[in-house]
Structure formats: structure tokens, C-alpha cells
């Protein structure tokens, strides 16, 4: 187990096209974080699971995004009909129901 | 509403001098605060976090819950300590927003030789 893993590590897409990231957490973690992380700006938190329930999301995401966590493994991270202002890092993170440790290297996304 | 404030985004130091990174947060109720580092072209680590009282690389933080604030201290840099420090906090351990952290917008590091 290498750690906290993320597919791919750089995508760049048009407006209004519609993306997907994939985060594999370390395989005991039963929790998985995703943030993002704009130029200048610390990561800001997304939404989170523990096992396959998605537990919390933030205010600030709109609908356009959606994050499933199937059987409590990997995730995914959906956004549809980008926009410029989603270009950022996006960041996965795991934990075993503590303290949180263990960052992915990130998904860079650029919507020209 | 939760912050993490990190008034410098960028500090200098010379080799052996003491090194202070600020944070100071807000909270209602008793947050967990850590500090992260991410070194060049790595991802982000934990660095220390408050409730293990530790010294991580000669590093040292205390919680001052009066002034609520989170300060990161070394009395020596080294030039391996250039890097971006993250403060951020979460919820009390053992509560379901244990591990949703808020970041401070990180302080750049730089110790010359």
C-alpha cells in the first residue's frame, strides 16, 4: 500500500464539459475527505464519507457536483458542465476515523 | 463560523535563527488544531497536532485557548524546513466533524543558508 492515491493527476477540459476523478484511500480507512484548492488559498473542505455514506457536504458546492463512495473503497468526484472557476487541485484524503494524515498528490484541473 | 487565520504568507529567515509561524483561529467550542507542511513537489503531511503535546522535526506548538491561537515554533531553522505550513482545525476528536479541517491560507517558508 503506497498511500492515498489519485487518477489523474492532471486534466485539462473545456467548458462545460463534464470531468471525473477517482481517489483510492489507504484500504482500512473507513473515511474518506475530498477538498480543493485554489492558487494562493489553503484547501477548502468538499465533502466527506465514512465507509459508503457520504456524511457531509459543503454549502459552498453547488449542485453540479456529486462524489459517491461505492462499497466504502474508492470514490469518485463528478463535476458536470465545468466552468472556469473549477479549475483548481482537487484533493482526496483518508483517515481511520481520526486524525487525517494521509493526503492524495491531487488532481490538478484546468477548464479552458 | 470556523477560521484559521495565518497572517504571513510569506517568511524569510537565515539559517540557526528562531522561527515563529502564526495562526489564530475561531471556534465555538474545543477544535483540534494541527499544522501541515507540503515541501516541494510532495503532497501535504501532517506535520504536529495539538493533542499529542509533540515536537515533531524540532518543532514545537501550543494551544493558547485565551488568545486562541496556534503558533508553530523553532528555536534553530534549518534549510530543509523551507516549505508551506498549513494551520487548520477540526472538531473535538471522537465527534462525527472530527477530521473536516479548516485551513489557514498557509504561511511559504523560506530559510536561506
Known amino acids: 500500500d503506497t498511500g492515498v492515491s489519485q487518477d489523474p493527476r492532471h486534466k485539462i477540459t473545456k467548458r462545460g464539459q463534464n470531468v471525473t476523478f477517482r481517489c483510492d484511500p489507504i484500504?482500512?480507512?473507513?473515511?474518506l475527505y475530498w477538498y480543493r484548492q485554489t492558487l494562493g488559498q489553503g484547501p477548502e473542505f468538499l465533502t466527506y464519507?465514512?465507509?459508503?455514506?457520504?456524511?457531509?457536504k459543503s454549502r459552498l458546492l453547488s449542485d453540479r457536483f456529486s462524489a459517491e463512495r461505492p462499497k466504502g473503497s474508492f470514490s469518485t468526484l463528478e463535476i458536470q458542465r465545468t466552468e472556469q472557476g473549477d479549475s483548481a487541485m482537487y484533493l482526496c484524503?483518508?483517515?481511520?476515523?481520526?486524525?487525517?494524515?494521509?493526503f492524495g498528490p491531487g488532481t490538478r484541473l484546468t477548464v479552458t | 463560523a470556523q477560521r484559521v487565520t495565518q497572517p504571513e504568507k510569506l517568511l524569510s529567515v537565515f539559517k540557526g535563527a528562531p522561527v515563529e509561524l502564526k495562526c489564530n483561529y475561531s471556534?465555538?467550542?474545543?477544535?483540534?488544531l494541527f499544522w501541515y507542511v507540503q515541501y516541494s513537489r510532495q503532497r501535504l503531511q501532517l506535520l504536529l497536532r495539538?493533542?499529542s503535546r509533540e515536537s515533531i522535526k524540532g518543532f514545537t506548538a501550543d494551544l493558547n485557548k485565551g488568545e486562541t491561537s496556534f503558533h508553530l515554533k523553532k528555536p534553530f531553522a534549518q534549510e530543509e524546513d523551507s516549505a508551506m505550513y498549513y494551520c487548520?482545525?477540526?472538531?473535538?476528536?471522537?465527534?462525527?466533524?472530527?477530521?473536516?479541517?479548516?485551513f489557514g491560507q498557509g504561511t511559504i517558508l523560506t530559510v536561506h543558508p
Open positions: 484524503a483518508s483517515s481511520l476515523a481520526g486524525r487525517v494524515k494521509d
Open positions: 484500504s482500512e480507512h473507513n473515511r
Open positions: 464519507f465514512q465507509n459508503e455514506a457520504q456524511l457531509e
Open positions: 471556534y465555538s467550542g474545543s477544535p483540534e
Open positions: 495539538h493533542i
Open positions: 487548520a482545525l477540526s472538531g473535538p476528536a471522537g465527534g462525527t466533524s472530527y477530521g473536516k479541517l479548516t
